[in-house]
């Protein structure tokens, strides 16, 4: 909407993700550039919270040793969301201590979906708004330390807003996990306050699924000694899953413990690895788009005509297609091949923008680094509540 940019085309299926760090730009009415920064959010389908904070610290850190500093941050959070429990309140936490309460001035706590609510539900709303901004555990604190609460409405009005705010106060944060990590010391994730928030939960998960292990381990040499073997059968398998899980737990704080320069090595290599996957994809669909527009060119009968429709790996925000339509007739078949023309057009402009994507995930923070050469830079962070999905703006 800022950028005022064509929304993604609508394709059956398609998984709304966002696969990293990507930027949108565009002009800003006080004369300076406006660089807009998206990122993956927690609760994510397909990545745990952990590696969604090592891709944040990465690009975070790397943009403040560029030199980049933060306009202001700006927290969106669904107002029709009826309680902040669970791993959405782990979330807010992670933010808090992400930013820190030294930043809490330049943050924006700003709540969506207004227009998506009933008549009968704006007073309801309006009373979890006021309760968020009073309870401590909640905003309260940073409601406290300045910061801001905007609505977030449909239309262009509330996010100008938005922008406008920032670009006026013209602020130069640091969030607290770029100090921390650009110290001599040289933190890790786990000893940062936004990494200890998830490794003091992956803690007490281990020391929980250890003490279950060793009840297990213990149930089951009394069943064997009593020879209880359907029992025995049950609890060997429980041992095997609570085992499972709690090697996998390890290799979760192992992630956590890695120093900052493999961190920095991992996600390069990553994103050489999404931009190559991807490009092959664009190729493979562009030749099968070639081949169903060759087979739609008129070259007498039909009636023998057959065209394999081979689906391309779904990757990420990729829709896979499959064969629908009536194929007993001519006709039918060329209704079909229509289709799937189409629907390969659509999937095609898909793998475009998804390649772009990560090409924008490289072209971030040398964007940032090259319009310093013009003027100050600055960026405005925001995080999306529950799903504490960040999001940037450079304003030049």
Known sequence: MAANTPPPPKIAQLESC???VIVASFHHKCGKTVHLIDTPGFNDTHRTDGEIL????FWLLKSYTHDIRLSGVVYLHSIS?????GSALRAL???KNLVGKENY???ILATTMWDKLDDDDYDSARARQKELMTNLNFWGDMKQ??????ALRAGRTSVEEIVNHIATEDKRLSLRIQCQMSEPENYHIHETDAGKVLYKELYEEKRNMEQKLNDLRKQLGAAVDNHHIQKARELRKQLLEVSESVMANKVLMKEFEKPTTELNEYFEKQVKRDLQKVKMMTAANSKRLGELEREMKPRGAVASLDVPHNPIKRYRSMVTLKPQGDCLNPEGKRDEIRRHLEWQKQELEMLRQTEQEIIDRKKTISLAKMSLGVSQGSLITGIVGTLATVAGCCIM
Do not use: Y
């Not at 090592?54 to 610290?57: D, Q």
């Not at 969301?81 to 429990?85: E, H, K, S």
């Not at 330390?145 to 905007?150: C, K, L, Y």
């Open 18 to 20: 966002t696969l990293g």
């Open 54 to 57: 090592h891709e944040l610290a």
């Open 81 to 85: 969301d009826n309680r902040i429990q």
């Open 93 to 95: 936490n992670i933010f």
């Open 105 to 107: 001035h330049g943050v």
């Open 145 to 150: 330390g300045r910061s801001q609460v905007m």
